[in-house]
């Protein structure tokens, strides 16, 4: 029993039921639908995808037993759908405070590199993992919060007003959701509570915690050309500059290809003391699994030996990723030609307070000034860095010290059987924009709930979560790792993966 009043066991035992034979079921149906985000499927609308997804998501919401639960799709013209739902305080000693808890159903791509049995829109169970794209990112934020929910209301733990928000182009850049945040405010009379940029409750295993930091993030498409047409490398080369190493000259200008460090100190800010200590102290608590999470092959070290800076650089330091590439051809048909240009997406995190706008224009000061060569460094109308794809930085919402956070890692323990992430920790990947919400609507943050990120299927770990494993895209742990698990199959004529049982 934790010091609310939750047993913790019976909380667990409810969800693992309902999350295998209710839950698993419309995720399955869920991964199948290709309802990509806007900006990778500019006929949306047309194709009908995510209205599919937001269909099977509303009536799943409305069937649930939660006294009160009121439940919306609302559109604006012209923008992707939201759901909104509702639960009242379970009563008057609840309090006036209001949780905001946050999704989105909106998908990436299909991206490549697929194993030869899995797929985007594919769902398969392996073992205690369900594979497609969707089912981690985000797929599964309204069935675990209303299921959260139900499991506090069994047992008669008090909650306060909670407020759901389901957005469809959180992928996208969220452009569409402060659009809906004054729409509802207006709306419903009351303000949303703010503050909180990402959200799981995925089977009770989500520590109550409050919210100390979360990412910003900008990026955009950036081409370097130098031809018309591509010509032979063996009569070019020497002469035309190659697109590629001009390309890694200007992205030397933004991080330094040694360390790893930005070199653009405006993207920098004052991290406060107190969170360097807290941040100190999430470390001691987590130690290796501060990076042994994440599937390093042998011999592979992090950036830094330091657990303390890892847990800083991945929360309040600005860091770069190039996540794709054009303007390659694939080694299979790779000739001796010099290209005429080299295209990268990129995505900058940035930390959690400096102003979106300004990192924005930064990035493109330092790429496209004064380019080597006179290279002309293309953005693209409307996917470059000209018009960022995904600029923003979020505040921190921050009510102060609720005791320490290392005390608060180790009280989550007592919910999900094992260490959990502490907030400045587990938060830091999200980078929802949060000003959607707290620019907006300058509610008072109340209570807000851990990202549950890489939580393992089962208190005895022995499946770790490979949320974002690149080599099969999206592996959600399920509930249940002893084998027992009840459900539908997830592949045409049910055929059995591994040891779940639910096919």
Excluded at 323 to 340: E, F, I, K, Q, Y
Aim: net charge neutral.
């Amino acid at each position: 029993m934790t010091a609310t009043g939750l047993d913790s066991r019976a909380a667990a035992e409810f969800i693992d039921e309902k999350w295998d034979g209710d839950i698993v079921p419309q995720l399955v149906e869920y991964i199948r639908i290709p309802n990509k985000s806007p900006m990778f499927d500019k006929d949306w609308q047309a194709n009908g995808h995510m209205d599919a997804a937001v269909q099977l998501m509303e009536s799943w919401a409305r069937a649930q037993a939660i006294p009160g639960l009121h439940v919306e799709v609302v559109r604006l013209e012209g923008r992707t759908p939201l759901i909104y739902a509702e639960i009242p305080a379970s009563g008057p000693d609840a309090g006036e405070d209001t949780v905001l808890l946050y999704g989105h159903l909106d998908k990436q791509p299909e991206m490549t590199g697929w194993d030869a049995d899995l797929g985007p829109w594919i769902p398969v169970l392996k073992g205690d993992r369900l594979y497609g794209r969707g089912g981690a990112d985000d797929g599964y934020a309204l069935f675990g919060s209303l299921a959260a929910i139900q499991a506090l209301q069994r047992q008669g733990v008090p909650h306060a007003r909670c407020v759901l928000l389901i957005e469809a182009c959180e992928e996208s850049g969220s452009y569409d959701l402060p659009a809906y945040v004054d729409h509802l405010g207006r709306a419903h009379r009351q303000a949303l509570a703010g503050g909180v940029p990402g959200f799981g409750l995925r089977q009770l295993r989500a520590a109550v915690v409050h919210h100390l930091a979360a990412r910003g993030a900008a990026g955009g498409n950036l081409t370097v050309n130098v031809l018309n047409e591509g010509v032979h490398s063996g009569d070019a080369s020497g002469i035309v500059p190659s697109s590629f190493r001009l390309l890694r000259q200007l992205l030397s200008r933004l991080e330094d290809e040694n360390t790893g460090r930005i070199r653009v100190e405006g993207l920098f800010v004052e991290v406060p003391a107190e969170r360097q200590e807290q941040a100190g102290k999430v470390a001691g608590v987590l130690g290796d699994e501060v990076f042994s999470k994440f599937p390093f092959l042998d011999g592979m070290s992090p950036m830094s030996d330091d657990l303390t800076e890892l847990v800083l650089n991945r929360t309040w330091r600005p860091a770069l990723s190039v996540t794709g590439v054009d303007g390659m051809p694939p080694l299979s048909s790779a000739g001796n030609v010099l290209r005429p240009h080299t295209s990268v997406k990129l995505s900058l995190r940035l930390p959690p307070t400096p102003d979106g706008k300004r990192a924005g224009e930064l990035l493109k000061e330092v790429l496209l000034k004064d380019p080597p060569n006179g290279a002309r460094g293309r953005t693209g109308t409307g996917e470059g860095l000209h018009r960022l794809e995904r600029a923003g930085a979020v505040t921190v919402a921050d009510r102060g010290d609720r005791g320490s956070v290392a005390g608060g890692v180790r009280q989550a323990g007592d919910v999900h059987g094992r260490r959990r992430h502490d907030p400045v920790h587990g938060h830091a990947r999200r980078e929802v924009p949060g000003r959607a919400v707290h620019d907006h609507r300058r509610a008072r943050p109340a209570l807000q709930c851990a990202w549950p990120e890489r939580v393992p299927a089962h208190p005895d770990g022995q499946a770790r979560d490979p949320l974002r494993l690149p080599r099969d895209r999206r592996a959600l742990p399920l509930p249940s790792a002893r084998g027992d698990t009840t459900g539908v199959g997830a592949v045409a004529g049910g055929q059995a993966h591994g040891d779940h049982g639910c096919c």
